[in-house]
């Protein structure tokens, strides 16, 4: 099925320091979303977007809609160890259709 | 928001059989999906659990294979039919609240399923 081109596809960094991670597309999308999946668990919603340029905030975690609607990125400050985990953008129009995924590993 | 809960968590079967996943909601949802999650790699869409009607499925999966039911808004199952080894997968219920295009969508712990 179809997807969406999240980069990078891995990131290992240091405790502290801050992540940033995109998703592109061919297609306009009404709604972006960010998920985290850990281990063994389903994907968990972080931060929903609904209008191009939108920018919104979830404690540490930026994400933004871009301006023509075929991108989005989010941003994590000041990383802690609880971030591991592996990140999804995910476009929605009438289906949610999902990135590819970053998977980011933090070492204290 | 919604819980979502999924039977079983995980199981072990034999190729050649089928087995039936549930998938229950904490409340009265309009759309109801089915993803796939192979090993290491994203989610894909399998299907639309529609109350009342058929199921919409993605270009690729068929209902001969994956059959699904909503008899109701807070409960759909999907049955995974006479598996091989390359349906070891984790499949996962998902539901959409909202209204006025602000949607959101949620993900239940997925069934984590080997084939042998």
């Known amino acids: 099925g179809q997807q969406l081109n999240q980069s990078p596809q891995s990131m290992f960094i240091q405790e502290g320091e801050d992540v940033s991670m995109n998703c592109t597309s061919s297609?306009?999308?009404?709604?972006w979303l960010w998920y985290k999946q850990d281990p063994g668990e389903g994907p968990v919603l972080l931060i929903a977007?609904?209008?191009?340029?939108e920018l919104t905030s979830n404690g540490r975690l930026t994400a933004q809609f871009g301006i023509t609607r075929k991108d989005s990125f989010l941003n994590i400050s000041a990383s802690i160890p609880s971030d591991v985990g592996i990140y999804f953008c995910?476009?929605?129009?009438?289906?949610?259709?999902f990135g590819t995924g970053t998977r980011l590993q933090v070492f204290p | 928001s919604a819980v979502i809960s999924q039977k079983p968590s995980r199981d072990i079967c034999q190729r050649g059989t089928s087995l039936t996943i549930q998938c229950q909601v904490d409340?009265?949802?309009?759309?109801m999906f089915w993803y796939r999650q192979q090993p290491g790699q994203s989610l894909t869409l399998i299907a639309t659990?529609?109350?009342?009607?058929?199921?919409?499925?993605e270009s690729g999966f068929v209902i001969d294979k994956f059959p699904i039911s909503r008899p109701n808004l807070t409960f759909s199952t999907l049955t995974v039919s006479n598996m091989s080894p390359e349906d070891s997968s984790i499949y996962l219920c998902?539901?959409?609240?909202?209204?006025?295009?602000?949607?959101?969508?949620?993900f239940g712990p997925g069934t984590r399923l080997t084939v042998t």
């Open positions: 998902s539901v959409t609240t909202g209204f006025l295009g602000l949607y959101e969508q949620y």
């Open positions: 297609s306009i999308f009404n709604t």
């Open positions: 977007l609904y209008k191009a340029g």
């Open positions: 995910a476009g929605r129009t009438d289906k949610l259709i």
């Open positions: 409340s009265q949802v309009t759309m």
């Open positions: 659990a529609n109350q009342g009607s058929e199921a919409t499925y």
